[in-house]
T-cell receptor, first 114, second 110 residues
Framework: DTGVSQDPRHKITKRGQNVTFRCDPI?????LYWYRQTLGQGPEFLTY????????KSRLLSNRFSAERPKGSFSTLEIQRTEQGDSAMYLC????????????FGQGTRLTVV | ELKVEQNPLFLSMQEGKNYTIYCNYS?????LYWYRQDPGKSLESLFV???NGAVKQEGRLMASLDTKARLSTLHITAAVHDLSATYFC??????????WGAGTKLIIKP
């Protein structure tokens, strides 16, 4: 399967715990994006990487959120001290260089904070 | 700040009918995308629209872009049950960031 892969698919955690999600983009894609989607809403941009550099980060992103993309391949998104409001679907997408190219999305990680 | 509005948010229709989903956005942008999402599934790219007057068609779906009116439409012709899904438009806010509409949930009854 050469699509975008995310792990885990589901995560249930207690409030206050830290969680980390992984995204493996399509191998030749140098652009990687993280989005968050809540029920009945469109995806909300979180952050963007070009290769290993994090070039854009949403102003809405709390300092409890951090993302990395070491070596420009897979990426991780960590949420520290989770809150119930963090419950959402976290989507990863990747694309080729070029502003007009579409992004390909993974299946997402559904986070439930209890 | 760019805002994207879709309407309707919910649409139930019979097979064989035609309908249009509208996507309005508030500030100038040079790119607009349409995506489809099935329940519990990922987002699938449908169309990329890059210029005023752009029209793209795939099967029973046709998308168009009017950058002057800041409006895109997704037209469904002779709907079939398999087209039931949630459809999102997304507008480029920067080179990297897309602002998404809330989605239109489309149910097509046999």
């Amino acid at each position: 399967d050469t699509g975008v892969s995310q792990d885990p698919r589901h995560k249930i955690t207690k409030r206050g715990q830290n969680v980390t999600f992984r995204c493996d983009p399509i191998s030749e894609h140098n652009r990687l994006y993280w989005y968050r989607q809540t029920l009945g809403q469109g995806p909300e941009f979180l952050t963007y990487f070009q290769n290993e550099a994090q070039l854009e980060k949403s102003r809405l992103l709390s300092n409890r959120f951090s993302a990395e993309r070491p070596k420009g391949s897979f990426s991780t998104l960590e949420i520290q001290r989770t809150e119930q409001g963090d419950s959402a679907m976290y989507l990863c997408a990747s694309s080729l260089q070029g502003s007009s190219t579409e992004a390909f999305f993974g299946q997402g990680t559904r986070l439930t904070v209890v | 700040e760019l805002k994207v509005e879709q309407n309707p948010l919910f649409l139930s229709m019979q097979e064989g009918k035609n309908y249009t989903i509208y996507c309005n956005y508030s500030t100038t942008s040079d790119r607009l995308y349409w995506y489809r999402q099935d329940p519990g599934k990922s987002l699938e790219s449908l169309f990329v629209l890059l210029s005023n007057g752009a029209v793209k068609q795939e099967g029973r779906l046709m998308a168009s872009l009017d950058t002057k009116a800041r409006l895109s439409t997704l037209h469904i012709t002779a709907a079939v049950h398999d087209l039931s899904a949630t459809y999102f438009c997304a507008v480029a806010y920067s080179n990297y960031q897309l602002i998404w509409g809330a989605g239109t949930k489309l149910i097509i009854k046999p």
